[in-house]
């Protein structure tokens, strides 16, 4: 089967590998149709390595899937070939003690599809177990699917904060992760976002999804900002989806006493100085995040209700054989990319 595989740092060249093998008990063959592109690829692309595991060459990036089933295995009776589904790429074992206390994303056995533990989704083929497929409906298109899985994280973003309607929001970084931030932010009930960024299209797309302020921040300071639609008390839930030593430190300093805040970007770095004397001072609760948690049946009932605008989130998408230009665009913020997909 064909397959798009990083075969170098900043080079994906379309190869082959070998054709899954027939799906066992409990498993389904599905065709991949769509798959979008994670910041957490773009590390394994642009800096060899994400989150501290190295890049192996060559390997297939991608776990925002969506397809249709090419065959199922013994036993699997609730699904049916031809079915339109979206994967799910962690593969938990539903036994260990994270998954039995309700933390799957902290799974002990977990093999994560997405390009070391094992091949990501931009390829023609994978078996996954049957659990691990969400049916959709008609309305909704393989392209518009592959936003469940990054949905999914923000949902997952929000138990971490404790969201309360009408609390004030910062999202530090407008990419793909920081403009769905916006989205549920807003749908949550805050009653007032703030975005930052330094790319212009971002910002302008945040403010489409529903910010109410965005600060470009090589413009002016993003903490007077803050403090100037907040009456100086600050925001009570940052979301830091940039993962930079700068906008996790600028996050903490725009919080009030007690703010929350949940870091969702990926640092370059292992080692992050955080300012924790401002946030001992403020009594500032800090939460990392891992993926999402279960998350992806009430992101997809959000599709379904339209909650969400794919149209203007969804903003390219790339055949297969121009897949490696699709990571050169998100690489270099280029002809107003948001999210880019790639379709098989």
């Known amino acids: 089967m064909q397959a798009l595989q990083l075969v170098a740092p900043r080079t994906l060249e379309v190869g082959t590998m070998p054709d899954p093998p027939d799906p066992g008990p409990g498993e389904v063959l599905v065709r991949i149709r769509s798959c979008g592109i994670c910041g957490s690829d773009m590390h394994y692309y642009l800096e060899d390595g994400c989150a501290g595991t190295s890049a192996i060459y060559p390997s297939v990036l991608g776990h925002e899937p969506a397809g249709e089933i090419a065959s199922l295995g013994a036993g699997v009776e609730h699904l049916k070939a031809g079915a339109r589904v979206a994967v799910e790429p962690a593969l938990t074992c539903g036994l260990c003690q994270a998954c039995r206390g309700g933390r799957p994303n902290l799974c002990l056995n977990s093999l994560f599809l997405g390009g070391v533990q094992g091949p990501g989704l931009l390829r023609e083929y994978a078996v996954v177990p049957a659990h691990n497929v969400l049916p959709l409906p008609k309305d909704i298109s393989f392209a518009d699917a592959t936003v469940i899985e990054p949905l999914a994280v923000l949902l997952h973003s929000v138990e971490l904060?404790?969201?309360?309607?009408?609390?004030?929001?910062?999202?530090?970084?407008?990419g793909p992760i920081g403009v769905l931030g916006v989205a549920v932010a807003k749908l949550a009930g805050a009653s007032r976002i703030i975005v930052a960024d330094r790319v212009e299209h971002r910002l302008k797309a945040a403010l489409e999804m529903g910010a109410d302020a965005a600060v470009h921040i090589d413009r002016e300071s993003v903490r007077d900002a803050v403090m100037d639609?907040?009456?100086?008390?600050?925001?009570?839930?940052?979301?830091?989806?940039?993962?930079?030593?700068?906008?996790?430190?600028?996050?903490?300093?725009?919080?009030?006493?007690?703010?929350?805040?949940?870091?969702?970007?990926?640092?370059?770095?292992?080692?992050?100085?955080?300012?924790?004397?401002?946030?001992?001072?403020?009594?500032?609760?800090?939460?990392?995040?891992?993926?999402?948690?279960?998350?992806?049946?009430?992101?997809?009932?959000?599709?379904?209700?339209?909650?969400?605008?794919?149209?203007?989130?969804?903003?390219?998408?790339?055949?297969?054989?121009?897949?490696?230009?699709?990571?050169?665009?998100?690489a270099e913020y280029s002809d107003g990319v948001i999210k880019a997909v790639v379709e098989l």
């Open 229 to 330: 639609l907040t009456g100086g008390l600050g925001v009570h839930v940052a979301f830091d989806a940039a993962g930079k030593p700068d906008s996790i430190n600028t996050a903490l300093s725009c919080l009030r006493f007690g703010g929350r805040l949940v870091i969702i970007g990926i640092p370059s770095e292992q080692f992050v100085g955080v300012d924790l004397w401002q946030a001992m001072h403020h009594e500032i609760s800090i939460h990392v995040q891992k993926r999402s948690n279960a998350n992806d049946h009430e992101a997809l009932d959000m599709l379904r209700r339209g909650q969400i605008d794919t149209a203007r989130f969804v903003s390219h998408r790339f055949p297969l054989e121009r897949g490696n230009k699709a990571f050169e665009t998100i």
């Open 161 to 174: 904060a404790r969201f309360e309607m009408t609390e004030t929001v910062l999202v530090m970084g407008a």
